[in-house]
């Protein structure tokens, strides 16, 4: 079993819809979880991070934690075609510093 | 100011030879770390530094890989006696601290192909 396990898609949504983003992580120790997006050929760049059970909201984005189901979401609103990325689900656990990465999901947004 | 630079931006080299790939963090910067992306995988954890000491290297793969950041500032990744298996794009990272809450921002890559 992977430490963090993503559906590699593609996710397809039409343009002004709500596309949802799931990871689950095996890690029961983890703590610290973030989603970062990547454009194809480009580095990772941060979206959201979420440290406690809950949600949190930044603009068109909500990341979701659910610490009991192991579970993260990303929710992002109004999607537009230029949200089309690979979103990849990360996790750091206590001790350890390191980003233990999930595959991605792909997300394309039909315009 | 200026985010995580990478060099070189591409590097093909042979089977059997020794390549450097250089990172430069963000200026304040404490905490450096290397990850490697293989095509449709998420970058996967190489080595990170704490000022100038490697303070998790758990995840090199072998003993051809070994990085260093002698003055706590830019580091440097070496492989040597590269193999196929190496290609990859190589990811470096800084944090201001080494906290795990902290904010990791990536360099734009270097893209290993071993021929």
């Known amino acids: 079993q992977k430490e963090v396990e993503q559906n590699s898609g593609p996710l397809s949504v039409p343009e002004g819809a709500i596309a949802s983003l799931n990871c689950t992580y095996s890690?029961?120790?983890?703590?610290?979880f973030f989603w970062y997006r990547q454009y194809s050929g480009k580095s990772p760049e941060l979206i959201m991070s979420i440290y406690s059970n809950g949600d949190k909201e930044d603009g068109r984005f909500t990341a979701q934690l659910n610490k009991a189901s192991q579970y993260v979401s990303l929710l992002i609103r109004d999607s537009q075609p230029s949200d089309s990325a690979t979103y990849l689900c990360a996790v750091t656990r206590e001790g350890r510093r390191a980003l233990t990465f999930g595959s991605g999901t792909r997300l394309q947004v039909q315009p | 100011g200026a985010g995580v630079s990478q060099t070189p931006s591409n590097k093909v080299t042979e089977k059997g030879k020794y390549v450097e790939l250089r990172c430069d963090p963000i200026?304040?910067?404490?905490?450096l770390y290397w990850y490697r992306q293989s095509l449709g995988q998420g970058p996967e954890f190489l080595i990170y530094f704490q000022g100038t000491g490697a303070a998790d290297d758990s995840g090199l793969p072998n003993d051809r890989f070994f990085a260093v950041r002698p003055e706590g500032s830019v580091s440097t990744l070496k492989i040597q006696r590269t193999e196929r298996g190496d290609s990859a794009v190589y990811l470096c990272a800084s944090s201001l601290s080494g906290n795990g809450a902290d904010t990791q921002y990536f360099g734009p890559g270097t893209r290993l192909t071993v021929l």
């Open positions: 200026s304040g910067h404490t905490a």
């Open positions: 890690d029961r120790g983890s703590q610290s």
